[in-house]
């Protein structure tokens, strides 16, 4: 299982930005963070058209530099990183303006994001791992002015559920917490896990264990602020299907196994079983919670799924499917005492309608929209011809 962490640091510095699609330094600042005149780029320049829409789709409209040329001087020298391809720079730019930036812009027009987006997207080829936690950093914001974003060389532009795994709800949950820096978020939503979260610890939590404590995500278990930034980027990007499945994991018991301590590997539901086929008292579980790779039928494809784990090997990614195997079993199945106490599936349903409330009132957006459009925006990437029509945005360039 791969761990995810996010990174967000507090200092909030007011900069302004060079006006370039390759990443500045300190001299290029002006007085303002608005740029008076663009940069004229060279048209014989293997990179022109790409700069040139650049320009027009972030750095026109929404004084956002996009910085794929990436220099030393924006990144953290403990990690050991490589710039993005060119090809790769071009998918995940057309990328995010389709599945971030459009999508906002369809809810609250042009204006929301000129003013709130970060000012920077800055991208890495590479993953940076944090050796110490065992955890791989997909994003890191800092300070409402710039948001990184790594591992850009293992796109797969066609697979929404790996590009959402891995770049885009993380996009979402640093713009959650940029939104959040300017105005609170209501306190009531850090009084509902008071005593559940664990900052050192929560790559080592299983996501059946932390759905059943009210968490969304083992990362949302963390801290308060990642919590309800996870909580916004979750609701937005996961397919109805994916969202049921956890919010059903959370309505029941987990066992952690018979190392306490270890609480990678969660259990949901058990049943007795002996040679002889007569019950017996030793125990066999089952319905493992997984947040892993799973080949997906449908889309052909290997992609990263949220599922359940049986015995027989089945992997069951759909809560009607869950429920069946239980109640077809020729074997009796028990659930798990739900021995935290708590009601997870009310915890996390709360936890969405504060962010929900708090959106509309702080921004005036309304959440359950925002999230029917990305969701239908990401739906059309299973047809090719979606990336091959954002790519030709750029090849239209004069």
Same mark, same amino acid.
Request: proline letters at 3%; aromatic letters at 14%; charged letters at 25%.
């Given at each position: 299982m791969k761990y995810i962490k996010y990174l967000l640091t507090s200092a909030v510095v007011a900069v302004s930005l060079p006006a370039f699609t390759a990443c500045g330094n300190d001299d290029d600042f002006t007085d303002t963070i608005f740029p008076t005149d663009e940069e004229v780029l060279d048209p014989s320049s293997y990179s022109y058209k790409f700069d040139k829409w650049l320009q027009q789709s972030f750095l026109t409209p929404y004084n956002l530099e996009f910085c794929y040329k990436m220099e030393d001087v924006e990144t953290d020298m403990n990690y050991n990183l490589v710039p993005a391809t060119f090809d790769n720079s071009i998918d995940i730019a057309v990328l995010t303006k389709y599945l971030w930036f459009d999508a906002y812009d369809e809810l609250t027009g042009t204006e929301f994001l000129k003013t709130n987006a970060p000012r920077k997207i800055h991208i890495v080829g590479s993953p940076a791992y944090n050796i110490e936690t065992g955890s791989m950093i997909l994003g890191l914001a800092e300070g409402g002015i710039k948001? &990184?974003? =790594? @591992?850009?060389?293992?796109? #797969?532009?066609?697979?929404? %559920?790996?590009?959402?795994?891995?770049?885009?709800?993380?996009?979402?949950?640093?713009?959650?917490?940029?939104?959040?820096?300017k105005k609170s978020y209501p306190v009531e939503f850090n009084?509902?896990?008071?005593?559940?979260?664990?900052?050192?610890?929560?790559?080592?939590?299983?996501?059946?264990?932390?759905?059943?404590?009210?968490?969304?995500?083992?990362?949302?278990? &963390?801290? =308060? @602020?990642?919590?309800?930034? #996870?909580?916004?980027?979750? %609701?937005?990007?996961?397919?109805?299907?994916?969202?049921?499945?956890?919010l059903w994991c959370a309505g029941h018991g987990w066992y952690a196994g018979e190392d306490e301590k270890n609480q990678k590997e969660a259990y949901c539901y058990y049943y007795y079983k002996s040679d002889d086929d007569r019950e017996s008292?030793?125990?066999?579980?089952?319905?493992?919670?997984?947040?892993?790779?799973?080949?997906?039928?449908e889309l052909k494809q290997v992609c990263r799924k949220v599922y359940l784990y049986t015995?027989?090997?089945?992997?069951?990614?759909?809560?009607?499917?869950?429920?069946?195997?239980?109640?077809?079993r020729s074997f009796p199945v028990y659930p798990v005492e739900d021995v935290d106490r708590k009601d997870g599936k009310e915890i996390m349903i709360q936890k969405v309608n504060i962010a929900r409330q708090w959106l509309a009132d702080a921004w005036n957006i309304d959440l359950d929209k925002l999230r029917?459009?990305?969701?239908?925006?990401?739906?059309?990437?299973?047809?090719?011809?979606?990336?091959?029509?954002?790519?030709?945005?750029?090849?239209?360039?004069?």
């Open positions: 948001v &990184s974003l =790594f @591992r850009v060389n293992e796109l #797969e532009v066609n697979n929404f %559920y790996n590009l959402n795994e891995f770049y885009f709800r993380t996009m979402h949950h640093e713009f959650s917490h940029i939104l959040h820096q009084q509902l896990n008071v005593g559940n979260y664990d900052d050192n610890n929560w790559q080592d939590r299983n996501g059946g264990l932390v759905a059943s404590l009210g968490f969304v995500t083992p990362y949302a278990s &963390s801290q =308060f @602020r990642e919590d309800f930034a #996870e909580t916004i980027a979750n %609701y937005i990007t996961r397919t109805p299907e994916q969202y049921d499945l956890i008292d030793k125990k066999t579980y089952a319905l493992e919670f997984k947040d892993g790779y799973i080949y997906d039928s015995p027989e090997g089945r992997e069951l990614t759909k809560v009607e499917d869950v429920e069946n195997w239980i109640n077809t029917e459009i990305v969701q239908k925006r990401q739906n059309t990437l299973t047809d090719p011809n979606t990336i091959i029509g954002l790519r030709k945005q750029v090849e239209a360039v004069q």
